[in-house]
């Protein structure tokens, strides 16, 4: 029977637990990013316009903005659709309600009061022609047996006054572009043009420019920074300002942002620097978006840079 000197025991012990601790290690699978831990997927799983169900639940990172831009509806119609105050504040695991796009484009909040307010005012015309005094002389009365004519000569008179008055409803098409005396515009990019606006369903739902990396990205208008991050997949590292109630511009495939959220940006000011995120190439993808819905950018650029 062999003896094994102290030290070969030693040797021994050690090889054992060397043996048994790489055997744990090699069955712990690799670490989750942090974001997987919580949402269970990345951040850039999220699509745009991918928000079709009629409740949301807020993931981290997001905010109202991010969440109406890939919804394509107005941040302010969710917000009243959930009785949200300004700045609109939400939290991981808050659910939202959606409305359905298509049923919500054509009578979302806002445009309900503008035609409820122009049935009042309608109305209240058509109250004041009623209320019209007839004249003296169209009063009078006949001689006994005679049939009187005041009727028929109130009515032709009435009548002309509502032919003389304009139309009160005016049908407006489902996305009413405002006038553009309010906001001053200039160009993002002094790049080239490497794609314009599209109607098409699946087309370009802005205007790409090219240029070099590094390459002055600017605001096309003074607004508050509402969004910074990349959550959406296919838009990189984006930026979302707010002009006004109405208008929002977005600014995608960043390489480095220069703006943080809640910053005020002036027109012309350079909020980042043109990169390849989420491209295949650098470019710089800008929208502009009127209430959620894409318009054509070249609506409210200068003619000229």
């Not at 909040?109 to 009042?120: F, I, P």
């Not at 002094?190 to 109607?199: P, T």
């Not at 940006?265 to 995120?277: F, H, N, Q, T, W």
Request: with cysteine; hydrophobic share 35%.
């Amino acid at each position: 029977m062999m003896v094994l000197s102290s030290g070969a025991i030693k040797q021994l012990i050690l090889l054992i637990f060397a043996i048994t601790l790489l055997q744990a290690c090699s069955g712990r699978s690799a670490p989750a990013p942090v974001d997987e831990l919580y949402t269970g997927k990345t951040y850039r799983d999220f699509e745009p316009n991918s928000l079709n169900d009629k409740e949301y639940e807020v993931q981290r990172g997001e905010t109202l903005y991010s969440i109406a831009f890939r919804a394509n509806m107005d941040v302010q119609d969710i917000a009243q659709i959930n009785n949200l105050q300004k700045p609109y504040t939400i939290y991981p695991g808050q659910k939202l309600s959606l409305v359905s796009k298509p049923q919500y484009g054509a009578t979302s909040a806002r445009k309900a009061q503008r035609t409820t307010s122009a049935k009042q005012n309608n109305k209240t015309s058509n109250n004041a022609q009623n209320n019209i005094k007839t004249p003296v002389a169209n009063t009078e009365q006949k001689e006994y047996g005679q049939k009187t004519s005041t009727k028929k000569t109130v009515a032709k008179q009435t009548d002309k006054r509502r032919k003389r008055q304009p139309k009160q409803q005016i049908k407006r098409p489902e996305v009413d572009l405002p006038s553009n005396d309010k906001i001053v515009w200039r160009w993002p990019s002094s790049g080239k043009v490497l794609a314009d606006f599209s109607l098409q369903e699946q087309g370009n739902k802005g205007i790409d420019f090219a240029g070099e990396r590094g390459d002055s990205v600017n605001a096309a208008a003074a607004g508050k920074v509402v969004y910074v991050g990349n959550a959406l997949r296919g838009f990189g590292n984006l930026i979302i300002l707010k002009h006004n109630d109405d208008f929002i511009t977005a600014y995608a495939h960043n390489d480095k942002i220069l703006v943080k959220e809640q910053e005020w940006v002036d027109v012309g000011e350079a909020i980042a620097r043109m990169g390849d995120s989420g491209s295949p190439r650098v470019k710089l993808h800008f929208e502009v978006r009127f209430r959620g819905k894409s318009v054509n950018p070249r609506h409210y650029l200068p003619r000229s840079r």
